[in-house]
Nanobody, 121 residues
Framework: QVQLVESGGGLVHPGGSLRLSCAAS????????MGWFRQAPGKEREFVAV?????TYADFVKGRFTISRDNAKNMVYLQMNSLKPEDTAVYFC?????????????????WGQGTQVTVSS
C-alpha cells in the first residue's frame, strides 16, 4: 500500500515562495511518475507538474515552479516562487506506476490528502 503525505503549505504573501514536500511510503517510487495537482474551491483538480522520464509543467507555472525528487529518500518536492493569489488551492501529490508523463488526474493511481496553499496580502 502506497501512502503519500504532503507538507509545506501555508499562508504566503503575493510574490513569496513555498516549498511543498511529498513523502512516499510503502514502496520505492523511483519507477513511478510523480505529479503535483491543485484544486481551488469550486474548481476541478488541475495539473501543475510531473516528473518521470523528464518534466512537464502547466503553462501557468512555467518559470515559477520547479518539481524535483529524491529517489533515495522517496521524496518529491515542488518549489513555488513568485506566488500569485490565483495559486491559492489545495495541492496534491500523485504517483503513477510508470514514468510516462500524463497531465490528467485519472492517469494517477496514488494520491495524498493535500496541503493548503493560500496566497494573500
Amino acid at each position: 500500500q502506497v501512502q503519500l503525505v504532503e507538507s509545506g503549505g501555508g499562508l504566503v504573501h503575493p510574490g513569496g515562495s513555498l516549498r511543498l514536500s511529498c513523502a512516499a511510503s510503502g514502496r520505492n517510487l523511483s519507477s513511478h511518475a510523480m505529479g503535483w495537482f491543485r484544486q481551488a474551491p469550486g474548481k476541478e483538480r488541475e495539473f501543475v507538474a510531473v516528473m518521470g522520464t523528464s518534466t512537464t509543467y502547466a503553462d501557468f507555472v512555467k518559470g515559477r515552479f520547479t518539481i524535483s525528487r529524491d529517489n533515495a529518500k522517496n521524496m518529491v518536492y515542488l518549489q513555488m516562487n513568485s506566488l500569485k493569489p490565483e495559486d491559492t488551492a489545495v495541492y496534491f501529490c500523485a504517483a503513477r506506476p510508470s514514468l510516462g508523463l500524463f497531465s490528467h488526474p485519472s492517469a494517477y493511481t496514488y494520491w495524498g490528502q493535500g496541503t493548503q496553499v493560500t496566497v494573500s496580502s
